[in-house]
């Protein structure tokens, strides 16, 4: 029989702290439930002592979600884990997640402790949180660069003081494969009481080697991993969620454990992280890449249609792929509306929400005739980035002509009262940017301009993606429109209030 493989999913903390992409409460619980509905067993929902912002998300996410365990991350220090156990008070299933560092560069140059010390604190630690829930776990920081005696050492005194998962670390993404797998399984040989927790992996992508070093660690013995949604985190990102579970459920020759995810629900989550946060998912990306299931060789193409498996090992259906058809035009419904949102994973708050968003969706019902999956979801990204906006696209004129400057003339509303400028410059979506910067005076420097559609055809969603930085602070932004320029103010302007709204932002790393 197959052991359970635990799904700890870390998109709402450790993805986070990918630069630009912190999130709202409100973005954090969308999320969150589409997690749930995927049937992820734990969802790191953030780092409660980081942030007021943060404690709220935590909470909320806490008091939202029903069948997953909510986990907030503590450092190993009273306030921490008090923090963490007053936001998770309204869970159903509450763990702390507790970590301290263990390798030899962290303990002599970051916490400037002693061995003995960094032991005594874990130990404490552990038994703080005992105090708020029975499912603790523990991870001994930069694990892949430590001591392997100190760390049997360190566990086995967390375990012993209540810890119920150790998780192994790869903090800087240092190890390879058979390396990590290797010491996976060897902490759980010399360890005395590693019976008594399940072990987990935590790999990050620097060297681009976190799924590989995470499946390592499941052959070895792991039965939790640690991802985010598309490999989103700081740096260059975290094990992926959907490679994981793909590979186990495809290699189950290999593989003597599985996982509960609904994987008919990845797709879906993937864009919805995607057009939160603002990180485009790059086409060739496995599993959730638009070209993840395309094949374009004649030779592989005269395979796949004679017989499926000859090129492809998953089944494009059972990761959502099939989602991708018309579903509603110009003459559906309001009820049609919601329940096809509903079955995408989308509730809303409110009628007043509900209302809007059928709103827009009549007005891009009459620009384009077929509406997909996809055009629903950047619609409904749209309408809740709207509900928080300080400032607001009123009207956007631009003349171009052949051989001329473009000339772009804007209408913003902030904060309820109108005001207008104009700009011209050499292309249309420069002189919109630059009408816009004029007249707020904001000090913006843009880092990334993207361009992408979001279903097929000439009168397509166009989703416009830009980063600007402001004060040291890398901040993105997203707008949908089947005009381009138009989406191009959108997302600039999201970015921008995204600006405004710093204090909204739930995030700022320790």
Same mark, same amino acid.
């Given at each position: 029989?197959?052991?359970?493989?635990?799904?700890?999913?870390?998109?709402?903390?450790?993805?986070?702290?990918?630069?630009?992409?912190?999130?709202?409460?409100?973005?954090?619980?969308?999320?969150?439930?589409?997690?749930?509905?995927? @049937?992820?067993?734990?969802?790191?929902?953030?780092?409660?002592?980081?942030?007021?912002?943060?404690f709220?998300?935590?909470?909320?996410?806490?008091?939202?979600?029903?069948?997953? =365990?909510?986990?907030?991350?503590?450092?190993?220090?009273?306030?921490?884990?008090? /923090?963490?156990g007053?936001?998770?008070?309204?869970?159903?299933s509450?763990?702390?997640h *507790?970590?301290i560092?263990?390798?030899?560069?962290?303990?002599?140059?970051k916490?400037?402790?002693?061995?003995?010390?960094?032991?005594?604190?874990?130990?404490r630690?552990?038994? /703080?949180?005992?105090?708020?829930?029975?499912?603790?776990?523990?991870?001994?920081?930069?694990?892949?660069?430590?001591?392997?005696?100190?760390?049997?050492?360190?566990?086995?005194?967390?375990?012993?003081?209540?810890?119920? *998962?150790?998780?192994?670390?790869? *903090?800087?993404?240092?190890?390879?494969?058979?390396?990590?797998?290797?010491?996976?399984?060897?902490?759980?040989?010399?360890?005395?009481?590693?019976d008594?927790?399940?072990?987990?992996?935590?790999?990050?992508?620097?060297?681009?080697?976190?799924? $590989?070093?995470?499946?390592?660690?499941?052959?070895?013995?792991? /039965?939790?991993?640690?991802? =985010?949604?598309?490999?989103?985190g700081?740096r260059?990102?975290?094990?992926?969620?959907?490679?994981?579970?793909?590979?186990? @459920?495809t290699r189950?020759?290999?593989?003597?454990?599985?996982?509960?995810?609904?994987? =008919?629900? #990845?797709?879906?989550?993937?864009?919805?992280?995607?057009?939160? =946060?603002?990180?485009?998912?790059?086409?060739?990306?496995?599993?959730?890449? $638009?070209?993840?299931?395309?094949?374009?060789?004649?030779?592989?193409?005269?395979?796949?249609?004679?017989?499926r498996? &000859?090129?492809?090992?998953?089944?494009?259906?059972?990761?959502?792929?099939n989602?991708?058809?018309?579903?509603?035009?110009?003459?559906?419904?309001?009820?049609?509306?919601?329940?096809?949102?509903?079955?995408?994973?989308?509730?809303?708050?409110s009628?007043?929400?509900?209302?809007?968003?059928?709103?827009?969706f009549?007005?891009?019902a009459?620009?384009?005739?077929?509406?997909?999956?996809?055009d629903?979801?950047?619609?409904?990204?749209?309408?809740?980035?709207?509900?928080?906006?300080?400032?607001?696209?009123?009207?956007?004129?631009?003349?171009?002509?052949?051989?001329?400057?473009?000339?772009?003339?804007?209408?913003?509303?902030?904060?309820?009262?109108?005001?207008?400028?104009t700009?011209?410059?050499?292309g249309?979506?420069?002189?919109?940017?630059?009408? #816009?910067?004029?007249?707020l005076?904001?000090?913006?420097?843009?880092?990334?301009?993207s361009?992408?559609?979001?279903?097929?055809?000439?009168?397509?969603?166009?989703?416009?993606?830009?980063?600007?930085?402001?004060?040291?602070?890398?901040?993105?932004?997203?707008?949908?429109?089947?005009?381009?320029?138009?989406?191009?103010?959108?997302?600039?302007?999201?970015?921008?209030?995204?600006?405004?709204?710093? &204090?909204?932002?739930?995030h700022?790393?320790?």
């Open positions: 029989m197959s052991d359970k493989l635990i799904i700890f999913d870390t998109t709402l903390r450790d993805g986070e702290q990918s630069p630009g992409a912190s999130m709202t409460k409100d973005e954090k619980v969308r999320i969150a439930k589409v997690l749930e509905k995927m @049937r992820v067993d734990v969802i790191e929902a953030g780092f409660a002592i980081a942030s007021p912002g943060d709220e998300a935590v909470q909320a996410v806490a008091n939202t979600i029903k069948d997953s =365990t909510i986990c907030s991350l503590a450092r190993a220090l009273d306030k921490d884990i008090d /923090r963490a007053e936001a998770l008070k309204g869970a159903n509450a763990r702390i *507790t970590f560092a263990t390798s030899d560069i962290h303990m002599k140059m916490l400037q402790m002693t061995p003995d010390q960094v032991v005594e604190q874990a130990v630690a552990v038994k /703080r949180a005992k105090k708020y829930t029975d499912d603790v776990e523990f991870s001994p920081e930069d694990a892949g660069r430590s001591d392997e005696d100190f760390l049997c050492r360190v566990i086995e005194k967390a375990i012993n003081a209540g810890a119920t *998962t150790i998780n192994i670390p790869d *903090t800087v993404g240092y190890n390879i494969p058979h390396q990590f797998g290797a010491t996976i399984k060897s902490l759980i040989e010399r360890i005395p009481n590693s008594k927790a399940v072990f987990s992996a935590h790999c990050h992508n620097d060297l681009g080697l976190a799924v $590989a070093n995470s499946l390592s660690a499941v052959l070895n013995g792991a /039965r939790q991993v640690e991802c =985010t949604i598309n490999g989103l700081e260059a990102g975290n094990t992926a969620l959907e490679e994981i579970v793909m590979a186990v @459920r189950q020759d290999e593989f003597n454990c599985d996982t509960n995810i609904d994987a =008919t629900h #990845i797709l879906s989550a993937s864009r919805l992280v995607s057009s939160v =946060t603002g990180f485009i998912v790059q086409p060739n990306k496995a599993i959730v890449g $638009a070209n993840a299931f395309a094949h374009e060789a004649g030779i592989h193409q005269d395979g796949v249609l004679k017989h498996e &000859t090129y492809e090992i998953m089944r494009a259906e059972d990761v959502g792929w989602a991708n058809k018309l579903v509603m035009g110009k003459h559906s419904g309001r009820n049609a509306f919601k329940a096809r949102l509903v079955e995408l994973g989308v509730e809303f708050d009628e007043e929400s509900l209302n809007d968003a059928f709103r827009r009549k007005e891009l009459d620009k384009k005739h077929e509406i997909f999956d996809e629903l979801q950047a619609l409904v990204s749209e309408t809740q980035v709207v509900e928080s906006e300080h400032i607001k696209l009123v009207s956007l004129k631009v003349t171009c002509e052949t051989g001329e400057k473009n000339q772009a003339m804007v209408v913003l509303s902030v904060d309820g009262t109108e005001k207008s400028m700009a011209e410059t050499s249309s979506v420069d002189a919109t940017f630059s009408a #816009i910067n004029k007249l005076d904001m000090q913006v420097n843009l880092q990334l301009y361009v992408s559609n979001v279903t097929q055809g000439t009168d397509s969603l166009g989703e416009v993606n830009v980063r600007l930085e402001h004060n040291g602070r890398i901040i993105n932004g997203q707008g949908a429109d089947t005009d381009i320029v138009i989406a191009s103010a959108k997302a600039y302007l999201h970015a921008l209030n995204k600006v405004l709204a710093d &204090t909204d932002r739930a700022p790393q320790i």
